[in-house]
């Protein structure tokens, strides 16, 4: 299981790697991208924990 600071790492990653393909125009459309990496975020850790215990597959 990743821990809080990975996430926030990671989510951090993500934003700048958007960011440096497609910077925002706006400060909502910047609030915007970053709910919605951090959903993204989610929910892979989501489907990472159901994978680890058996209860779920993706595949």
Partial sequence: MRT???IRERIAALEDQYDDFDPPSSEFEDTAEVAILRAI???E?????YDESGGF???
Wanted: charged share 45%; hydrophobic share 35%; proline share 0%.
């Fill in 4 to 6: 809080e600071a990975e």
């Fill in 41 to 43: 975020e989610e929910l």
């Fill in 45 to 49: 850790w989501v489907l990472e924990e």
């Fill in 57 to 59: 597959t993706t595949s």
